[in-house]
């Protein structure tokens, strides 16, 4: 069964879908990105991603193509049209297509921008096995630009690390840099040291992720001590425990790295109970 997208005002079957070859999202990876999760029909965090994708898009001096309302009723009617009751939906902003291709930004007033939505049903996303066997990573060194905290298409060195840590046996890739963990390919890392939850400060180095900031608000809310800072791969094999936090991922356990078990090599107790916080909490405010 076709999906239904939408292209610029236009819900189209996704086969009629189309975009100019010129488009800068195409040509110079120019635009930016949100995933919003679908749980029981209504959309999780949906406020949060607004607000994070209105930064993006002013950090790279482009503007917001409609307002924060309109925008939630294109996810609603996807979300209605395509019937997802657990999914997701994938949301892309470039500067769009000028007259023929050039470094130089075109003129806002003489381009307008794409806007790109489409759904991926996930039925058994939230019950997702996975998160009670944990998932393993690898280290990899962190060669991305210096501006991590703007969410672009710019995906390139990304998926080359979920592709070392596939071929390594793995299911994920953290990235390091002067000798410290910044993030996961496409998620937030964080390790677990007695009641102490431990991840990395916000900053242009990593995503400032809309899952991170609702998990460490309810980890506080349980009583669970939270430290914003730096911690090397030596600090991850001695952590009681690991996980990761993403739109599409929830709260996810992480078992071992770079062939090291972390912890007892299983879910830790507190990785698997915010992920349950999270779920709970998540679906009472959900739109």
Request: charged share 30%; glycine share 8%.
């Amino acid at each position: 069964m076709s999906r239904t997208v939408y292209v610029n005002g236009d819900y189209l079957p996704e086969a009629d879908a189309k975009i100019s070859i010129f488009d800068r999202g195409f040509l110079m990876a120019d635009g930016v990105y949100e995933v919003t999760s679908v749980l029981d029909g209504k959309l999780i965090d949906f406020d949060g991603h607004a607000v994070r994708l209105e930064r993006s898009l002013t950090e790279l001096d482009m503007g917001m193509p409609m307002s924060r309302d309109d925008l939630l009723e294109i996810h609603r009617e996807l979300v209605r049209l395509n019937e997802i009751d657990e999914g997701m939906i994938y949301l892309q902003i470039t500067r769009g297509a000028p007259a023929d291709r050039d470094f130089a930004f075109p003129d806002p007033e003489e381009t307008a921008q794409t806007v790109v939505l489409f759904t991926q049903n996930k039925p058994g996303l939230a019950d997702n096995p996975v998160a009670k066997q944990g998932i393993k990573v690898i280290s990899i060194e962190d060669i991305r630009w210096g501006r991590r905290d703007i969410k672009t298409v710019q995906l390139l060195y990304p998926s080359m690390g979920k592709m070392m840590a596939k071929k390594a046996g793995a299911d994920d890739a953290w990235m390091v840099e002067d000798g410290f963990v910044t993030e996961g390919t496409s998620n937030n890392a964080y390790i677990v040291k007695g009641n102490k939850i431990i991840t990395r400060e916000l900053s242009k180095d990593i995503l400032h992720g809309i899952t991170r900031a609702a998990v460490l608000r309810f980890a506080r809310e349980a009583q669970m001590e939270v430290e914003e800072r730096n911690f090397t791969i030596d600090e991850v094999k001695q952590a009681d425990e690991a996980f990761i936090t993403s739109a599409s991922t929830f709260v996810m356990p992480v078992v071992a790295i770079d062939g090291t078990a972390i912890g007892d090599g299983v879910p830790g107790a507190k990785a698997l109970r915010l992920r349950e916080i999270y779920l709970e909490e998540s679906r009472k405010t959900a739109v």
